[in-house]
Every structure is written in C-alpha cells, then in structure tokens.
Nanobody, 117 residues
Framework: QVQLVESGGGLVQPGGSLRLSCAAS????????MAWYRQAPGKQRELVAR???????KYADSVKVRFTLSRDNAKNTVYLQMNSLKPEDTALYYC???????????WGQGTQVTVSS
C-alpha cells in the first residue's frame, strides 16, 4: 500500500508559477509510475503529466513546455513545476501512483490550483 500526500496548490495570477509536490509513503516508491491528473468544473478528468519508474515523461499537449514533471526517489516525492499559468489551468490536481507490476492505482486527496487575476 502507498499513501500520497500533496502540497503546493494555491491561488496565483496568470503568468505566475507554482510547484506541486506529492510525497509517497508505505511502499517502495521507485517501482511506481507517477502522474498528475486534474479536473475542472464541468470538465472531464484529464492526464496532465506522467513519469515512469525509470524517469521517462509524457505531457498533455496543453501543458507541454510550461509544465515539468520530475521525481526524487530518495525522497519518495514527485514534483510538478508549473510555469506561465493560465486561467484554464484552474482545477483540482490529483497525484496518482501506478504500481509497475500489479498496476494497482493509488490517489492523493487532491490540491486546488486557482489561476485568476
């Protein structure tokens, strides 16, 4: 089992930056693929970015260049650096862990990101 604790969400002006963190505990972090999803009011949940256990990343077209996903296995933490934020980035952001072998999925509690002037 793995527990995910998120931090870093908040209110930011358009063009600003935020860094989201997701800390994992209770299992071996390095054998999980990690990802960030988001869901805005009236919209479907979407995959924002994913990083594999080996460090390969994939981004949604809407966030490419602006967002950067990384992981620190020593700290059992994944980071999402968000730059040049837009109002359309406003959403509840969820951290997800995908077990490499069992494909069991675990979710964080969600952290709100609001981009507004």
């Amino acid at each position: 089992q793995v527990q995910l604790v998120e931090s870093g969400g908040g209110l930011v002006q358009p063009g600003g930056s935020l860094r989201l963190s997701c800390a994992a505990s209770g299992s071996i972090f390095s054998i999980y693929h990690m990802a960030w999803y988001r869901q805005a009011p009236g919209k479907q949940r979407e995959l924002v970015a994913r990083i594999t256990s080996s460090g390969s990343t994939k981004y949604a077209d809407s966030v490419k260049v602006r967002f950067t996903l990384s992981r620190d296995n020593a700290k059992n933490t994944v980071y999402l650096q968000m730059n040049s934020l837009k109002p359309e980035d406003t959403a509840l952001y969820y951290c997800n862990a995908d077990h490499l072998f069992t494909r069991n999925n675990y979710w964080g509690q969600g952290t709100q990101v609001t981009v507004s002037s």
